[in-house]
């Protein structure tokens, strides 16, 4: 499907569902967005749960964020329960002004609902000529992931990214959950009738498995890396989390939600005369240039697999899952849209 007819229709179902016309266009415009790089795990698949959160009353499809407090060269910013995508926007910009100030930005936001691709908000502040760090925890509902040796949910996917301004390519993009395989990208397996990868999944006897269709029945998540992801998504449970005015997932206190802190760094702030994107621009080229090992024939930067399915995607559509188009479709005629036409 072509991306401006799928933004139209998913902006339609949102605002159908009660959203103001702007958020509704913005969020559906970060859905698509993120297909078009080739994450379906983080983009259309997931307008059918916006929509039951919003029945649900999870989700304020009104809501706008605001700053609840500022400190210098940091803030903490309140969603209000909205759409995630709408705070985590406010969120980026904000952190691009105060590091425009002070040369460094933390800026926390809390009270928010799932907030998507991470690498859509360090991109922005990396369009800025700046470092843009995303940490993200939490989860709408429980944990996915078990600790590394255990085989019960503790974290969430609790997901990270790096941003770095280039020369001529933009920017440099990290962008990954600390478990070894994101939760979305399991549930678009599900709904493709795949297996997932060997070494992602236990099921609820500690046994290894790729039948994604376990997923809610007692499954869990490995951290990636083994003990080294572990950490990671237990320092991820912690320092959004509690920046966010949020409590980690274990606190009888836990409220759903992605408790998020944003970092921006001006690399003018800390040495004008490092030339900071050339420098970028030869550390990729070297990278790019070294010889491809057995079984490989190249070797990829981070952001290159996106970058080339966005230029697949733009050109010859995205394509969708039966069970994610059957979703939308359904969505359509349940609050009343009219099919064909603008879709």
């Not at 502040?125 to 255990?150: D, H, K, Q, R």
């Not at 080229?285 to 399915?309: H, I, S, T, Y």
Request: some cysteine.
């Amino acid at each position: 499907m072509q991306a401006e007819s799928l933004q139209r229709l998913c902006r339609d179902i949102f605002a159908a569902a009660g959203a103001p016309g702007d958020i509704a266009s913005d969020v559906a415009k970060s859905l698509v967005l993120t297909n078009l790089f080739g994450h379906d795990s983080h983009g259309v698949l997931r307008v059918k749960q916006y929509v039951s959160m919003i029945k649900a009353g999870m989700i304020k499809p009104g809501a706008r964020p605001r700053v609840k407090r500022r400190f210098g060269a940091t803030a903490m910013v309140t969603g209000g329960y909205g759409f995630g995508q709408i705070g985590a926007r406010f969120t980026a910009q904000l952190a691009i002004e105060l590091a425009r100030q002070h040369g460094i930005s933390a800026v926390s936001l809390g009270q928010n609902t799932h907030i998507g691709r991470l690498g859509e908000y360090t991109a922005m502040i990396a369009a800025e000529s700046l470092i843009g760090i995303c940490f993200t925890s939490g989860t709408m509902f429980n944990g996915w992931v078990t600790p590394y040796g255990g085989r019960e949910r503790v974290f969430g996917t609790n997901p990270m990214s790096f941003a770095v301004p280039c020369q001529d390519s933009g920017a440099l993009l990290l962008d990954f959950a600390t478990a070894g395989l994101a939760h979305g990208k399991v549930v678009l397996a599900r709904a493709k009738g795949t297996p997932v990868p060997t070494g992602m999944m236990l099921d609820k006897h500690g046994r290894p498995t790729t039948d994604a269709s376990v997923l809610d029945k007692g499954a869990v998540l490995l951290p990636m890396g083994a003990h080294k992801g572990s950490g990671l998504a237990m320092m991820m449970e912690i320092i959004p989390t509690l920046l966010a005015g949020h409590r980690p997932i274990t606190s009888a206190e836990f409220h759903f939600g992605n408790p998020t802190l944003m970092m921006a760094l001006d690399p003018r702030a800390f040495d004008e005369d490092t030339d900071f994107q050339r420098h970028v621009g030869d550390l990729m080229q070297v990278v790019k240039a070294a010889p491809p090992a057995a079984g490989f024939d190249e070797v990829l930067l981070p952001g290159e697999p996106e970058a080339r399915a966005y230029r697949d995607r733009a050109q010859n559509g995205i394509p969708l899952p039966d069970a994610v188009w059957d979703d939308l479709r359904g969505l359509a005629q349940d609050l009343g849209l009219v099919l064909g036409g603008d879709y």
